[in-house]
Every structure is written in structure tokens, then in C-alpha cells.
């Protein structure tokens, strides 16, 4: 019984503490602040590196036919997970 109850303590705390990393994020982008710290800021910064990343590939690969078909391909994954969501 004792170790229900840690268990659920955990689970509330690590629940508690991932909605304050969403509030903490979604107040800093709507007043326009750039430095987000802590978990959030990490998210943010890897999300960042991925974009950079994959727009930089983008932009040097060459327009040929199996690189259309994978970005067709890409687009339409986003789009349908999009709709998924309901977003």
C-alpha cells in the first residue's frame, strides 16, 4: 500500500512538473522572449538544430526525382499527422 501511494506521488510530481515546463514555454513565446532555461529551453533549442539541419539538406540536395518523391512523401506524413491531431 505504501508503495502505491510513492508511486502515485511520483507520477503527480513528474506530471506536475512536465505542465509547469509547458506553461513556462508557452508564456515565454507569448510575450516574445527568446531565453527559455530548463527543460523547455532544451526542447526549444534541439528543435532548432533539427530545423537547421534539415533545411540546410534541403537546400543542398540537388531537385531530382527520388528527392520530390521524398519530400512529397514528408509533406504529406506532416499534413496527415496534422489532421491527426487536430491541429
Same mark, same amino acid.
Given at each position: 500500500?505504501?508503495?502505491?501511494?510513492?508511486?502515485?506521488?511520483?507520477?503527480?510530481?513528474? +506530471?506536475?512538473?512536465? $505542465?509547469? *515546463? &509547458? @506553461?513556462?514555454?508557452? =508564456? /515565454?513565446? %507569448?510575450? +516574445?522572449?527568446?531565453? $527559455?532555461? *530548463? &527543460? @523547455?529551453?532544451?526542447? =526549444? /533549442?534541439? %528543435?532548432?538544430?533539427?530545423?537547421?539541419?534539415?533545411?540546410?539538406?534541403?537546400?543542398?540536395?540537388?531537385?531530382?526525382?527520388?528527392?520530390?518523391?521524398?519530400?512529397?512523401?514528408?509533406?504529406?506524413?506532416?499534413?496527415?499527422?496534422?489532421?491527426?491531431?487536430?491541429?
Amino acid at each position: 500500500m505504501k508503495l502505491r501511494r510513492l508511486s502515485v506521488l511520483a507520477l503527480v510530481l513528474v +506530471g506536475a512538473l512536465f $505542465v509547469l *515546463g &509547458l @506553461a513556462d514555454t508557452s =508564456l /515565454a513565446q %507569448q510575450f +516574445g522572449i527568446s531565453e $527559455v532555461g *530548463g &527543460l @523547455a529551453g532544451w526542447i =526549444l /533549442a534541439k %528543435q532548432a538544430e533539427l530545423y537547421r539541419m534539415i533545411s540546410s539538406t534541403i537546400r543542398a540536395a540537388r531537385p531530382t526525382a527520388p528527392v520530390i518523391v521524398f519530400g512529397a512523401l514528408l509533406l504529406t506524413g506532416y499534413i496527415a499527422s496534422e489532421r491527426m491531431m487536430g491541429i
